[in-house]
């Protein structure tokens, strides 16, 4: 897979949950790897997730380094993509208590 595969990937799965809830909610949030604090889990309407969740959840570990996935997603035009579906990506706001930068996938 090269980096345009691997975008789609994670456009199609941005897509795919905007109403379909396949992750569960927070009481059974998924950790992925807690020592990357790797998250990706639903609440209240919304997908919520780290970019390690996202990074471990679709597999990109196979063919891309972290580093090279978040520079990828960074550097792409993401919102802009999702904004056909009526959906954005933006900072999720948590309570402060850790140093994990969650993001959230609304509605506009």
């Known amino acids: 897979m090269n980096l345009e595969q691997i975008y789609q990937q994670t456009l199609m799965f941005f897509i795919n949950n905007i109403n ?8 059974d949030k998924i950790l992925i790897q ?9 609440e ?3 997908l919520i997730f780290t970019i390690e969740g996202l ?3 679709l597999n990109v570990v196979k063919y891309f380094t972290y580093n090279q996935y978040r ?3 960074y550097s792409s035009e993401l919102n ?4 056909a579906y009526q959906v954005k990506i933006i900072n999720h706001q948590t309570d402060g208590t850790n140093d994990i930068h969650f993001f959230s996938l609304v509605g506009m």
């Open 20 to 27: 379909n809830k396949q992750l569960p909610e927070l009481e």
């Open 34 to 42: 807690e020592e990357h604090k790797a998250y990706i889990y639903h």
């Open 44 to 46: 209240a309407q919304q």
């Open 55 to 57: 990074y471990h959840y």
């Open 71 to 73: 520079r990828m997603l």
């Open 80 to 83: 802009k993509d999702l904004s």
